[in-house]
């Protein structure tokens, strides 16, 4: 394995890629590399953990977490199956779609920050 560092080159390294492979087996929350694949309409193997599912629907292959054979299998068979990486490019970019902008989620944190900061009258 070799550790590349920081890198502005992500969009050219995702689009030279068969596929994303997101092993976690605990639960992590949206992950943005699971975002990024699908943005990039490259296909995902993942940890089927945290929130994960919520965001990727059905545009991406879920394992249990923590399952390495299922992993494996689910990785073998992907790179096997290029109409099945096909079907979950198109359903990742469909599910992309689907998601808030940069824009949309800064007005939406703001709009929560403007409402707890709100002063309340004394009663």
Known sequence: MVLIGRRDDVTDLLAAADLALLPIHRGAGSSVLAQEALHARLPLV??????LREL??????LVPAGDAAALGDAVV???????RREALSDRGVRQAATWPTEDETVAQVLSVYDELTRPTPLR
């Open 46 to 51: 993942a940890g089927d953990t945290g929130g």
């Open 77 to 83: 068979g992907l790179l096997g199956d290029a109409a």
């Open 56 to 61: 990727v629907g059905d545009a991406a292959e």
